[in-house]
């Protein structure tokens, strides 16, 4: 997992790698935190040593495989704090547009080209004349020209209208063909919002039509009838107060379900029941109240109580994945609207502590203390829920772990031999950190020597609970906390969970992403992560983190390497990469990580002794100064050559191996007066040449040299490295080179011959301002 530490008070929320597929429901995309309010509680420790007062922390980026092959309850802690758009009809082969088969059986659905084409009252008859509801749901594929046939404003109000007097002779059921109505129009919301500059803008034609075709139905009495007959038209007409963005309007039909239901309803009624979660959460999520539920609830609040009763009615239905779960719990978000915390407080301190909270009431018990965290911060008090985690904790994360006196594993559900390849794994990593890193020793009064591993069994797991045991945010996949690493007896931990879409392979997502914040925090950065941030380091805190995850682990960066071709960014840029430049989550995502993982890669390459200087910065607390180098020293200087090497190394090469520290020290200076010979062990810097020219040099070794290293980097341009051995070494007679973009060349040459051995550079392209060095041993 890719770790940062941020102070949880202020700390930015990384998006999930990639979409998640159920973006279109709304149901688990990040959620951004709100604003805390009530009254501050004293700061607590909880026994799992998480203190209230959060430490530095870093979140981890969310896998877009983390909600499958997984439990399907909703977590509210997951959910996207935008409103979806109009839910979707279920998949179906696309629409056909053409002339009818007169040859259609009654009971096959029709070509849909006469709905298509149709307009006034021809379109109502042409859809009432479809054998059934589900014969509409190809509409919900079109695009283009037969999308603005279809379904521009005055087809739509036509269809409202037909709605409207339909309803006012509604039998409960589908004999009058008023479903193929509602799905007309479902399926025109839906389109519309997927393709409004084909289809056109809706007005207040449609509002108004649409309005009078839902108060008509809701006023026949038999919209109320609790049968299947009328379940299967009731689900539809629910979803379309979606569709409208009419929730406050139709609080009352909201508060006639919460009040009505039970367990007795049948399947057709408890869909209905389902998508009155669409209702109310897209309700409580509408910009400025755009859809007046909030306006609803305040006007009439005994609305809460009819939605707690629904709970504690329905009791037996906790079950982890029923309707009671997921329509109940979003009675927590009524917290975000001041005027009603203190009607909710006591209601939601009842349900939270009347059913357990592991096992299948967990769902509804631990999604609503979750809104107590999120918009009744610091209140925990009222809700007699300061201790949650300790309660919770003993039972869902019972195993305890010793991998050495500093590195520790708390788990959910881990085998013996699961523990043990995590403990090899992350102390066998250390090595290869610092021999890519290399090792100056801890920043002076960094005192982090213990390291805390935390692993819930999966993804939803880690949401439900984790929130409430280690006081963070779970919109991700993952948190490091540093906490103050030169406090005496300091804890950092790592909270992860299994990626339990891998399996049976067993993986802790992002274990080595994670480990190497906290072994950068402890060897590259000084101070907490607060103090890092006074200006933009995550080019490389992440960066870093994700070339040592991959190279450690011998995986290519598929991902990385893919945005490579794009060429999005200048390096210069990437130096200004924080979280949450973009208002998309993944561009986010991919600039942090991704292209974090470019750039560090690059720098490591091509330009290892300004790396240094960098980090020499870093571990004194320089950050004005490690911003002055990258920004003003540095600059644009290397942006062509960068751009250069992300088409050609990361193409050809999967953007070439990660050095070792060791060949890229910094040696000393030359000393000798001639230009082009080298000491055993020396650098020159400045060395330039035009096209097609090279820049010679030489270097006399004495018997029993075992290896000479020769490395070139820095500068601008593309300068190739050649080594002659005893004869001068052009690009024509050679025995070794070293041809990548840009100025990054590396020759390690066994057992060269004694006396004088010639090497040069070689200009593909003019290069200036690099630096050359040779190591022999």
């Known amino acids: 997992m890719h770790p940062f530490r941020i102070s949880r008070a202020n700390a930015r929320r990384l998006p999930a790698l990639g979409a998640a597929v159920f973006i279109a429901l709304g149901l688990f995309a990040p959620q951004a935190q709100a604003a805390s309010a009530g009254a501050t509680t004293p700061a607590r420790t909880n026994s799992s040593g998480a203190a209230a007062s959060a430490p530095r ?64 009252s021809a379109l109502v008859q042409q859809l009432k004349a479809l054998p059934r509801i589900n014969c509409t749901y190809p509409l919900f594929g079109l695009t283009g020209e037969n999308a603005r046939k279809a379904f521009h404003e005055a087809q739509m109000v036509t269809v409202a209208n037909a709605l409207r007097d339909a309803s006012a002779t509604y039998a409960g059921t589908n004999s009058a063909s008023i479903g193929q109505l509602v799905l007309f129009l479902r399926a025109g919301y839906y389109v519309q919002d997927n393709n409004a500059d084909v289809v056109g803008d809706y007005g207040t034609a449609l509002d108004s039509a649409a309005r009078g075709a839902l108060d008509a139905f809701f006023a026949s009495p038999r919209s109320k009838d ?11 007409v629910v979803t379309l107060i979606d569709s409208t963005h009419t929730a406050g309007r139709y609080a009352g039909v909201v508060k006639w379900m919460l009040g009505g239901y039970d ?38 609040p005994t609305i809460l109580d009819t939605w707690a009763g629904f709970i504690t009615r329905n009791s037996a239905q906790l079950n982890r994945l029923d309707v009671v779960s997921n329509v109940g719990r979003h009675l927590g978000h009524g917290l975000d609207v001041p005027e009603l915390k203190d009607r909710l407080r006591p209601l939601l301190k009842d349900l939270i502590n009347r059913y357990p909270n592991v096992g299948p009431t967990a769902p509804i018990t631990m999604n609503l203390g979750w809104y107590t965290r999120q918009y009744d911060r610091n209140n925990c008090a009222a809700y007699g829920i300061c201790d949650l985690g300790d309660r919770v904790l003993p039972a869902i994360l019972p195993i305890q772990h010793t991998c050495t006196p500093g590195l520790k594993i708390r788990a959910q559900d881990m085998s013996p031999g699961q523990l043990a390849s995590t403990c090899t794994s992350l102390v066998n990593q250390d090595a290869y950190f610092h021999r890519i890193i290399g090792d100056k020793g801890a920043i002076p009064g960094d005192v982090n020597t213990n390291l805390e591993v935390v692993v819930f069994d ?92 991959f190279g450690y682990r011998g995986e290519r960066n598929a991902d990385a390497i893919a945005e490579a071709r794009k060429n999005t960014y200048k390096l210069s840029d990437l130096f200004d990469t924080v979280y949450g430049q973009d208002e998309d989550p993944e561009v986010n995502s991919n600039r942090v990580y991704r292209w974090g993982f470019l750039a560090v890669r690059y720098m490591l390459q091509a330009h290892p002794a300004d790396v240094e200087t960098v980090l020499n910065k870093y571990r004194a607390g320089d950050w004005t100064g490690a911003r002055t180098f990258l920004k003003q020293t540095i600059g644009t200087r290397y942006d062509a050559d960068f751009a250069t090497w992300l088409t050609t190394t990361c193409a050809t090469a999967d953007c070439g191996p990660l050095p070792d520290a060791a060949a890229t020290a910094s040696a000393p200076l030359c000393t000798i007066s001639d230009p082009r010979q080298f000491d055993k062990n020396c650098r020159r810097d400045n060395l330039a040449a035009a096209a097609g020219n090279y820049s010679y040099h030489f270097v006399y070794l004495p018997a029993g040299v075992k290896q000479l290293t020769i490395t070139s980097s820095g500068g601008t341009g593309n300068a190739d490295l050649y080594y002659g051995g005893s004869s001068w070494a052009t690009t024509g007679s050679y025995q070794a080179k070293s041809t990548n973009a840009g100025n990054g060349e590396t020759l390690t040459i066994d057992n060269p011959p004694s006396g004088w051995v010639y090497f040069s550079l070689a200009a593909a392209q003019d290069f200036s301002g690099v630096s050359l060095s040779t190591q022999s041993r």
């Open 263 to 300: 367990g007795t309803w049948p399947g057709q009624m408890n869909l209905a029941m389902q998508h009155v979660e669409w209702v109310v959460e897209n309700g409580f999520k509408a910009k400025d109240d755009g859809r007046g539920w909030r306006a609803a609830l305040k006007a009439d």
């Open 458 to 549: 999966d993804y939803t797991q880690y949401a439900l609970y984790a929130w409430a045991i280690y006081n963070i945010d779970v919109d991700n996949g993952g948190m490091y906390e540093e906490g103050n690493p030169a406090a005496a007896g300091n804890q950092a931990r790592f909270i992860a969970h299994e990626a339990h879409w891998l399996r049976p392979d067993f993986q802790i997502w992002n274990l080595n992403h994670e480990y190497t914040h906290y072994l950068d925090g402890r060897f590259n950065m000084h101070g907490d992560f607060e103090a890092g941030m006074t200006t933009p380091t995550i080019w490389w805190v992440e960066g870093i983190a994700e070339n040592i995850s």
């Open 226 to 236: 609790v049968t299947d007959a009328n379940g299967e038209i009731l689900n539809e």
């Open 57 to 120: 922390s870093i979140p981890v980026p969310k896998s877009p495989d983390a909600m499958s092959n997984s439990s399907r309850f909703r977590i509210s802690a997951q959910d996207s704090t935008e409103e979806s758009g109009p839910a979707p009809a279920p998949k179906v082969a696309s629409v056909k547009v053409g002339k009818q088969s007169s040859a259609a059986a009654a009971d096959e659905c029709p070509d849909l080209g006469g709905v298509v084409n149709a307009t006034g």
